[in-house]
Protein backbone atom coordinates (compact mmCIF):
# COMPACT_ATOMS: atom_id res chain seq x y z
CA UNK A 1 0.00 0.00 0.00
CA UNK A 2 1.72 3.17 -0.98
CA UNK A 3 2.30 5.54 1.80
CA UNK A 4 0.93 8.85 1.83
CA UNK A 5 2.61 12.28 3.38
CA UNK A 6 0.46 14.43 5.01
CA UNK A 7 0.36 18.20 4.09
CA UNK A 8 2.50 20.30 6.98
CA UNK A 9 -0.03 22.25 8.71
CA UNK A 10 0.34 24.81 11.26
CA UNK A 11 3.35 25.43 11.45
CA UNK A 12 4.93 28.45 13.30
CA UNK A 13 7.96 30.57 12.75
CA UNK A 14 10.09 30.56 15.61
CA UNK A 15 13.25 32.26 16.66
CA UNK A 16 16.73 31.38 14.61
CA UNK A 17 19.19 29.52 16.71
CA UNK A 18 22.48 31.27 17.53
CA UNK A 19 24.44 30.26 14.90
CA UNK A 20 22.09 32.55 12.40
CA UNK A 21 20.87 35.66 11.81
CA UNK A 22 17.15 36.37 11.86
CA UNK A 23 16.02 38.16 8.30
CA UNK A 24 13.89 40.90 7.94
CA UNK A 25 11.41 42.31 6.24
CA UNK A 26 13.36 44.87 4.69
CA UNK A 27 15.70 41.66 3.38
CA UNK A 28 12.89 39.79 2.31
CA UNK A 29 11.45 43.09 0.21
CA UNK A 30 14.98 43.96 -1.10
CA UNK A 31 14.73 40.18 -3.00
CA UNK A 32 10.61 40.11 -3.33
CA UNK A 33 9.90 43.82 -4.41
CA UNK A 34 8.80 42.58 -7.95
CA UNK A 35 7.72 39.34 -7.43
CA UNK A 36 4.52 37.45 -5.86
CA UNK A 37 6.87 34.99 -4.18
CA UNK A 38 7.30 32.94 -1.06
CA UNK A 39 10.07 31.68 1.35
CA UNK A 40 10.70 29.39 3.55
CA UNK A 41 13.77 28.02 6.01
CA UNK A 42 12.91 24.72 7.43
CA UNK A 43 15.39 23.31 10.34
CA UNK A 44 15.07 19.63 9.61
CA UNK A 45 16.11 18.28 13.29
CA UNK A 46 14.15 20.92 14.48
CA UNK A 47 11.16 20.14 12.84
CA UNK A 48 10.25 23.89 12.64
CA UNK A 49 10.05 26.38 10.15
CA UNK A 50 12.75 28.95 11.41
CA UNK A 51 11.52 32.04 8.68
CA UNK A 52 9.16 32.54 6.08
CA UNK A 53 8.10 35.24 3.57
CA UNK A 54 3.98 34.55 2.99
CA UNK A 55 2.15 37.42 2.09
CA UNK A 56 -1.19 36.69 0.78
CA UNK A 57 -0.75 33.25 1.81
CA UNK A 58 1.56 32.89 -0.92
CA UNK A 59 2.83 29.89 0.21
CA UNK A 60 0.18 27.77 -0.01
CA UNK A 61 -0.85 28.88 -3.77
CA UNK A 62 -0.43 26.16 -6.37
CA UNK A 63 2.22 26.83 -9.34
CA UNK A 64 3.35 24.49 -11.86
CA UNK A 65 5.88 22.81 -10.94
CA UNK A 66 8.86 22.96 -13.71
CA UNK A 67 11.64 21.83 -13.47
CA UNK A 68 11.73 21.09 -9.79
CA UNK A 69 10.02 17.96 -10.78
CA UNK A 70 13.03 16.74 -12.31
CA UNK A 71 13.84 15.52 -8.21
CA UNK A 72 10.74 13.66 -8.28
CA UNK A 73 11.50 12.07 -12.00
CA UNK A 74 15.14 11.19 -10.58
CA UNK A 75 13.39 9.47 -7.80
CA UNK A 76 11.39 7.40 -9.83
CA UNK A 77 13.61 6.47 -12.66
CA UNK A 78 16.57 5.52 -9.58
CA UNK A 79 13.59 3.31 -8.18
CA UNK A 80 12.70 1.75 -11.50
CA UNK A 81 16.06 1.11 -12.59
CA UNK A 82 15.25 3.07 -15.40
CA UNK A 83 18.81 4.97 -14.41
CA UNK A 84 21.47 4.86 -12.76
CA UNK A 85 24.74 6.71 -11.58
CA UNK A 86 26.39 5.60 -15.05
CA UNK A 87 24.28 6.07 -17.10
CA UNK A 88 24.99 8.35 -20.22
CA UNK A 89 22.31 10.41 -22.31
CA UNK A 90 23.43 10.19 -26.03
CA UNK A 91 22.14 13.62 -27.56
CA UNK A 92 19.19 12.73 -29.92
CA UNK A 93 17.36 16.06 -29.49
CA UNK A 94 17.99 19.10 -31.45
CA UNK A 95 20.57 21.33 -30.20
CA UNK A 96 19.23 24.54 -28.99
CA UNK A 97 20.66 27.61 -29.90
CA UNK A 98 19.57 29.32 -26.88
CA UNK A 99 21.32 26.50 -24.20
CA UNK A 100 24.72 25.42 -25.65
CA UNK A 101 25.21 23.16 -22.41
CA UNK A 102 22.35 20.86 -23.80
CA UNK A 103 23.80 20.35 -27.16
CA UNK A 104 25.91 17.67 -26.48
CA UNK A 105 25.76 13.79 -24.71
CA UNK A 106 24.99 14.09 -20.89
CA UNK A 107 25.22 11.94 -17.12
CA UNK A 108 22.61 12.26 -14.71
CA UNK A 109 24.17 14.44 -12.99
CA UNK A 110 24.54 17.08 -16.30
CA UNK A 111 20.92 15.89 -17.00
CA UNK A 112 19.84 17.44 -13.48
CA UNK A 113 22.28 20.59 -13.22
CA UNK A 114 21.61 22.14 -16.94
CA UNK A 115 17.85 20.94 -16.56
CA UNK A 116 17.58 18.91 -19.72
CA UNK A 117 13.62 19.12 -20.74
CA UNK A 118 13.97 16.19 -23.28
CA UNK A 119 16.01 13.95 -21.68
CA UNK A 120 13.33 14.28 -18.89
CA UNK A 121 10.86 13.79 -21.63
CA UNK A 122 12.95 10.18 -22.52
CA UNK A 123 12.31 9.11 -19.22
CA UNK A 124 9.18 9.74 -18.03
CA UNK A 125 7.55 8.15 -21.31
CA UNK A 126 9.35 5.07 -19.64
CA UNK A 127 7.77 5.51 -16.32
CA UNK A 128 4.13 5.02 -18.41
CA UNK A 129 1.09 6.94 -16.90
CA UNK A 130 0.10 4.57 -14.48
CA UNK A 131 3.07 4.38 -12.65
CA UNK A 132 3.29 8.07 -12.61
CA UNK A 133 0.08 8.57 -11.02
CA UNK A 134 0.95 5.84 -8.53
CA UNK A 135 4.60 7.47 -7.10
CA UNK A 136 2.50 11.03 -7.58
CA UNK A 137 -0.09 9.91 -4.48
CA UNK A 138 2.40 8.45 -2.81
CA UNK A 139 4.72 11.55 -2.68
CA UNK A 140 1.58 13.60 -1.84
CA UNK A 141 2.51 15.80 -5.04
CA UNK A 142 0.48 18.72 -5.08
CA UNK A 143 -2.78 18.37 -7.27
CA UNK A 144 -1.27 15.17 -8.58
CA UNK A 145 -2.62 16.15 -12.43
CA UNK A 146 -0.84 14.65 -14.73
CA UNK A 147 -3.14 15.39 -17.61
CA UNK A 148 -0.93 17.30 -19.56
CA UNK A 149 -2.23 20.60 -21.69
CA UNK A 150 -6.29 20.73 -22.20
CA UNK A 151 -7.25 18.93 -25.45
CA UNK A 152 -3.54 17.99 -26.21
CA UNK A 153 -2.91 14.30 -24.08
CA UNK A 154 0.44 14.82 -23.38
CA UNK A 155 0.68 14.76 -19.99
CA UNK A 156 3.18 11.79 -19.77
CA UNK A 157 5.78 14.48 -21.66
CA UNK A 158 4.88 17.97 -20.61
CA UNK A 159 2.39 17.79 -17.43
CA UNK A 160 4.98 20.14 -15.51
CA UNK A 161 6.16 22.34 -17.73
CA UNK A 162 3.50 25.33 -17.51
CA UNK A 163 0.97 22.93 -17.23
CA UNK A 164 -1.77 20.69 -15.35
CA UNK A 165 1.02 19.73 -12.66
CA UNK A 166 1.23 22.28 -9.87
CA UNK A 167 2.26 22.51 -6.14
CA UNK A 168 2.32 25.13 -3.07
CA UNK A 169 5.34 25.66 -1.70
CA UNK A 170 4.31 23.91 1.50
CA UNK A 171 4.18 20.95 -0.10
CA UNK A 172 7.19 20.96 -1.98
CA UNK A 173 8.47 21.11 1.66
CA UNK A 174 6.50 18.13 3.02
CA UNK A 175 8.27 16.07 -0.61
CA UNK A 176 11.48 17.31 0.38
CA UNK A 177 11.43 16.60 3.79
CA UNK A 178 9.89 13.40 3.61
CA UNK A 179 13.15 12.64 0.96
CA UNK A 180 15.32 13.44 3.54
CA UNK A 181 13.82 11.59 6.23
CA UNK A 182 13.66 8.73 3.74
CA UNK A 183 10.02 8.57 4.07
CA UNK A 184 8.84 8.23 0.62
CA UNK A 185 7.73 5.36 -1.04
CA UNK A 186 11.04 4.56 -2.74
CA UNK A 187 13.96 2.56 -1.95
CA UNK A 188 16.90 4.60 0.52
CA UNK A 189 19.59 4.47 -2.79
CA UNK A 190 16.76 6.45 -4.96
CA UNK A 191 17.01 8.81 -2.45
CA UNK A 192 20.59 8.54 -1.94
CA UNK A 193 21.13 8.37 -5.91
CA UNK A 194 18.80 11.70 -6.07
CA UNK A 195 20.68 13.80 -3.51
CA UNK A 196 23.66 12.91 -5.27
CA UNK A 197 23.02 14.62 -8.42
CA UNK A 198 21.59 17.70 -6.93
CA UNK A 199 23.44 20.52 -8.23
CA UNK A 200 26.03 21.81 -4.52
CA UNK A 201 28.21 24.76 -4.16
CA UNK A 202 29.01 26.65 -0.70
CA UNK A 203 27.90 29.63 0.77
CA UNK A 204 29.98 32.51 1.76
CA UNK A 205 30.34 30.33 4.86
CA UNK A 206 31.48 27.08 3.44
CA UNK A 207 28.28 25.76 4.48
CA UNK A 208 27.32 22.93 0.99
CA UNK A 209 24.07 23.46 -0.75
CA UNK A 210 22.01 21.69 -3.02
CA UNK A 211 18.98 22.75 -4.80
CA UNK A 212 17.12 22.39 -8.27
CA UNK A 213 15.61 25.12 -10.23
CA UNK A 214 12.50 25.76 -12.27
CA UNK A 215 11.13 28.34 -14.39
CA UNK A 216 8.19 28.77 -16.49
CA UNK A 217 5.27 31.29 -17.06
CA UNK A 218 2.52 32.28 -15.80
CA UNK A 219 -0.93 31.49 -17.69
CA UNK A 220 0.77 29.21 -20.70
CA UNK A 221 -1.51 28.67 -23.25
CA UNK A 222 -2.16 25.29 -24.27
CA UNK A 223 -0.84 26.23 -27.67
CA UNK A 224 2.98 26.47 -26.01
CA UNK A 225 2.42 30.20 -26.19
CA UNK A 226 2.60 32.70 -23.71
CA UNK A 227 -0.25 34.47 -22.34
CA UNK A 228 1.05 36.61 -19.86
CA UNK A 229 4.64 36.85 -20.12
CA UNK A 230 5.09 37.18 -16.52
CA UNK A 231 7.36 34.16 -15.34
CA UNK A 232 7.25 31.49 -12.48
CA UNK A 233 10.31 30.36 -11.11
CA UNK A 234 11.43 28.14 -8.12
CA UNK A 235 14.47 27.06 -5.84
CA UNK A 236 14.31 24.51 -3.91
CA UNK A 237 17.09 22.02 -1.95
CA UNK A 238 18.88 22.26 1.53
CA UNK A 239 21.66 23.28 3.24
CA UNK A 240 23.82 20.78 4.77
CA UNK A 241 25.66 21.66 8.54
CA UNK A 242 26.85 18.93 10.39
CA UNK A 243 24.51 16.33 11.24
CA UNK A 244 21.13 18.96 10.17
CA UNK A 245 20.06 19.72 7.46
CA UNK A 246 17.52 23.19 6.76
CA UNK A 247 15.54 23.01 3.67
CA UNK A 248 14.68 25.82 1.69
CA UNK A 249 11.85 26.85 -1.15
CA UNK A 250 11.27 29.70 -2.78
CA UNK A 251 8.97 30.25 -5.47
CA UNK A 252 7.64 33.57 -7.60
CA UNK A 253 6.02 35.08 -9.84
CA UNK A 254 6.66 38.54 -11.52
CA UNK A 255 4.07 40.91 -11.13
CA UNK A 256 4.47 42.69 -14.36
CA UNK A 257 5.85 41.46 -17.74
CA UNK A 258 10.05 41.64 -17.24
CA UNK A 259 11.63 45.03 -18.27
CA UNK A 260 13.73 43.41 -20.95
CA UNK A 261 13.10 39.97 -22.78
CA UNK A 262 16.26 39.12 -22.19
CA UNK A 263 15.75 38.76 -18.30
CA UNK A 264 16.71 35.74 -16.62
CA UNK A 265 14.93 32.57 -16.45
CA UNK A 266 12.39 32.91 -13.19
CA UNK A 267 14.32 29.83 -11.67
CA UNK A 268 17.50 32.06 -11.51
CA UNK A 269 15.83 35.28 -10.18
CA UNK A 270 14.20 32.85 -7.59
CA UNK A 271 17.60 31.32 -6.96
CA UNK A 272 19.72 34.70 -6.60
CA UNK A 273 17.59 35.67 -4.29
CA UNK A 274 17.78 32.68 -2.15
CA UNK A 275 21.00 32.41 -2.02
CA UNK A 276 21.41 36.37 -0.64
CA UNK A 277 18.71 35.33 1.69
CA UNK A 278 20.79 31.94 3.16
CA UNK A 279 23.99 33.72 3.42
CA UNK A 280 22.46 36.63 5.17
CA UNK A 281 20.61 33.83 7.46
CA UNK A 282 23.67 31.24 7.72
CA UNK A 283 26.15 34.78 8.20
Known sequence: MI?????????CIVAASSQAANLTQKEYANQFNNYNACFILYDLNAH???????????????????????????????DQGLISESTEFKQTWPNNPNI??????????????????????????????AKMQHYLAGFA??????????????GITNAWLSSSLKISALEELAFLKAMLNYELPVSNNAIDHTKAILASDQLKNSLT????????????R??????????????????????????????????????????????????????????SYFN
Not at 106 to 127: D, N
Open 3 to 11: KKLSLITGL
Open 48 to 78: KILTEYNPNNRCNQRIASNSTFKIAISLIAF
Open 100 to 129: PTWNHDQTVKSWMAYSIVPISQQITPKIGL
Open 141 to 154: YGNQDFSGDHGKNN
Open 209 to 220: YRGKTGSGWKNR
Open 222 to 279: ADGKNAGHERDGWYVGYVESGNNQYIFVTNLTDKAKPATDKSLFGGEDAKKATLSLLN
